[in-house]
């Protein structure tokens, strides 16, 4: 059995629908206030659902009971209930799981993570790598996933690319190449995770197959829509300052994503690609899907 903890957010549901359909059996790990709808989309599949809080050990203990992997994809950063801070889900609820499957004998633990840059340190990125640690040092077989910068985020209107409105804003000058990655493909990479031991004990480095530069984003998207765009650059230096300035854990994180994305982050994906035999989904494909 596998349990998916996350599982009503965007790439949670993702897994749960995959692995479904893969013939993997999942349950998914929801909370009493989860959205009804979303609940809904997971047991009209006939996904199981359990529900249990990563602030609440014994419902973890509960959740665990019969599983062998253990796939989270939970962050507090967008998608928020009371209680729920980058040190409570982030960092100790995340911490919580991990020793939840260590005392019910599971197997193995995929965590979903993101990117390090050790030139920039925030509160999320410390909590990550201190999971990170955790689970290395459990005796769990593990798959940590260091996701790169979700396309249907980081290029969204969230986010102030806001490519239905021809405007874009760009964290440093633009020119620094990003890996940017499907949520869809991460999905696709817990499931090969599962089925294949090459992800056994490993770190995976994982973003899209091209390395572009923000501003050729925007090339690609004026392209697609036949727009031209309207783009605003923040300096590194603002949110360096923004980052120094932010009166909360959060928002000291926003911050630094923002800067760190602003370093840009390639990755040679190539190798990844082939071992578990990937289809991915480009920028390019992206800005099809959404102008259309």
Known sequence: MNLVIGATGLLGADVCMK???AGHPVKAMVRKDSDPEKVKKLTDEGIDT????LKDEASLLAAMDGVKTVISTASSTFSRREGDTIESVDKVGQ??????AKKSGVDRFIFISFRDDPSVRYALTEAKRAVEDRLKNSGIGYTIIQASWFMEIWLSAAIGFDFENAKAR????????VSYVSFANVGDMVVAA???DASHNKVIQFGGREKLAPNDVVKIFEEVTGKQFE?????EADLEEQRSAASDPLQQSFAGLMLQCAHGDPIDMDAT????GLSMISVRDYAKAVAS
Request: net charge negative; glycine share 6%.
């Open 19 to 21: 692995l479904n359909k």
């Open 50 to 53: 359990v529900v249990a809080d």
């Open 95 to 100: 911490i919580n799981a991990v020793d939840a």
């Open 170 to 177: 760009l964290y440093g000058d633009g020119s620094n190449p």
């Open 194 to 196: 599962v089925q294949n």
């Open 231 to 235: 783009v605003e650059h923040v300096s």
């Open 273 to 276: 690609i082939r071992t578990y």
